[in-house]
């Protein structure tokens, strides 16, 4: 079966501080690779998405960037954070059928 | 692009009652309707999804209509538990696309 990790589970980080948080997808080839984030009660925002090494596509102008260095690899990073990056990310992953699962999520605080 | 809007924003039910939230979609060539059920500081997960040929689907205490001519959706939950307290989602799917646009959430409370 498949299974998908994110870490770390919490992070909080000073404002102008680097970010990088992975995302791993394990029993499956060639996924289809997803970032949300979740403002404290909101909805999912899309960031990116990915289905492919190397082939990211943004949704919104923002202070973050994705990189799929292998398969079954997600990260998002950013070099300079801002207060308005805190929130909730998920890494999501789909495959041949429309189905999308989701990860436990990191709870990203900018200080 | 797509737009997805999702009602109510907040739901009270009694134990033991039925609970309906209610989604619209914009984009006609949406085809995929998943919802997903979050808790409280965990990810979404997928609870029960239909496709665009299909009007209605049941898994024991919840169900999913679609209308594609009003081109709305919902979720009905029957004999309600404390346990289905939650925040759930609806989303539609283009299926032209790798992208899955979501409604912004139902909170949903039953009472004991």
């Known amino acids: 079966s498949q299974t998908i990790h994110q870490w770390p589970a919490t992070l909080v980080q000073p404002v102008g501080s680097p970010l990088s948080l992975e995302c791993t997808v394990e029993?499956?080839?060639?996924?289809?690779l997803y970032w949300y984030r979740q403002a404290a009660g909101r909805g999912l925002q899309l960031l990116f998405y990915s289905v492919g090494i190397g082939q990211i596509s943004s949704e919104v102008p923002q202070n973050l960037s994705a990189s799929r260095p292998q398969d079954r690899q997600f990260i998002l990073s950013s070099k300079k954070l801002l207060l308005s990056d805190s929130g909730f990310y998920l890494c999501a992953w789909s495959f041949e059928t429309y189905e999308q699962y989701f990860g436990p999520g990191t709870r990203l605080t900018v200080t | 692009g797509e737009n997805v809007e999702q009602h109510p924003s907040t739901l009270s039910v009694q134990e033991g009652d039925s609970a309906v939230i209610k989604c619209t979609y914009s984009d006609s060539a949406s085809n995929y309707f998943p919802w997903y059920k979050q808790e409280l500081g965990k990810g979404p997960q997928l609870i029960i999804d239909?496709?665009?040929?299909?009007g209605e689907k049941k898994d024991q205490r919840i169900a999913v209509t679609l209308n594609k001519t009003a081109k709305h959706f919902s979720l009905h939950i029957t004999e309600t538990q404390p346990e289905d307290s939650a925040v759930y989602f609806c989303a539609a799917r283009d299926g032209g696309y790798q992208k899955v646009t979501f409604g912004t959430g139902t909170k949903l409370q039953v009472i004991p």
């Open positions: 239909i496709r665009s040929n299909v």
């Open positions: 029993g499956t080839s060639n996924p289809n």
